[in-house]
């Protein structure tokens, strides 16, 4: 890792074969992904200029690769705005356009939910037809980024109804547990989830109802306390629908049905 005190230093060659490390092995490997985090550590106008560079590859790797180190340039924990925001914002919007294939077009969408510019909603919103199911995944993610904005809200409940469980699951975390954002068509698509087959997404749809303090996730809830190994958000849901600020450490799933039970006299 390139400490702070060198970052501003560090030469074309070393660049260069950072970059190159980013395409070894399969994408979703380790290896390549710790090089496009250091580069996104190192963050200067170089790597910026470097990952433009690669963005106009024939290459769809490298063109993904790109939009993966652009996505988050320059962020870290101690650091949390993005590098050249608007350049980002211009040169993965532009890319966008004209991008067909699946790999770097779901990295430049995930790319714009990071750099947050709220013009990307509508540059976005399209893709929830798109026929591949990672590109739809991407977005999702994504609109997460922008889930107070109604063109992001309508276009996540879309997603919510998705084929694929995990692009459902993240629009309905998205309008769910992130977005402040209430009416009908949200509270339709959150109840339309707890009978999803995919239990990550009922779990967020209970949440996102009980957040809306919506007494129609009841049933659902009351069940999936059951379980009393019932996971933290369960609890959290019941709580919130309790109307509690108390910490989910602090309640076990039986007395937050019972209390549930009481309240609501079920």
């Known amino acids: 890792m390139v400490d702070e005190t060198s970052r501003a230093h560090i030469n074309a060659t070393a660049l260069d074969e950072l970059f190159a490390k980013t395409l070894v092995g399969d994408y979703d490997d380790d290896a390549p992904w710790a090089a496009v985090h250091e580069l996104r550590h190192i963050g200067t106008q170089e790597v910026f200029d470097k990952a433009v560079e690669w963005c106009r590859s024939a290459d769809p790797i490298k063109r993904a690769r790109a939009a993966d180190v652009i996505a988050q340039l320059g962020k870290t924990?101690?650091?949390?705005e993005q590098a050249f925001p608007d350049d980002s914002f211009i040169v993965i919007a532009s890319l966008i356009k004209t991008e067909t294939d699946p790999q770097p077009l779901?990295?430049?969408?995930q790319a714009l939910g990071h750099i947050g510019n709220p013009r990307a909603v509508r540059i976005l919103s399209p893709f929830q037809v798109h026929p591949d199911s990672n590109?739809?995944?991407?977005l999702a993610c994504a609109l997460d980024n922008f889930a107070n904005d109604p063109m992001a809200v309508d276009a996540l409940i879309h997603l919510t109804h998705d084929e694929d469980e995990d692009v459902r699951d993240?629009?309905?975390?998205?309008i769910g547990a992130l977005s402040k954002a209430d009416s009908p068509a949200i509270r339709e698509a959150l109840l339309a989830r707890l009978d999803d087959s995919f239990e990550d997404?009922?779990?967020?749809a209970i949440v996102g109802l009980a957040r809306l303090r919506d007494q129609r996730a009841l049933?659902?809830?009351?069940?999936?306390?059951?379980?009393?190994?019932?996971p933290d958000i369960?609890?959290?849901?019941?709580?919130?629908m309790l109307g509690l600020s108390e910490s989910a450490e602090e309640w076990s799933p039986e007395q937050c049905a019972e209390g549930l039970r009481r309240k609501f006299r079920r």
Request: net charge negative; hydrophobic share 50%.
């Open 77 to 80: 924990a101690g650091r949390p």
């Open 106 to 109: 779901s990295s430049e969408i």
């Open 135 to 138: 590109v739809r995944f991407a």
């Open 170 to 174: 993240w629009a309905t975390f998205g």
């Open 201 to 204: 997404a009922r779990q967020e």
């Open 219 to 230: 049933p659902a809830l009351l069940s999936a306390l059951e379980d009393p190994d019932a």
């Open 234 to 240: 369960i609890v959290e849901a019941a709580l919130e």
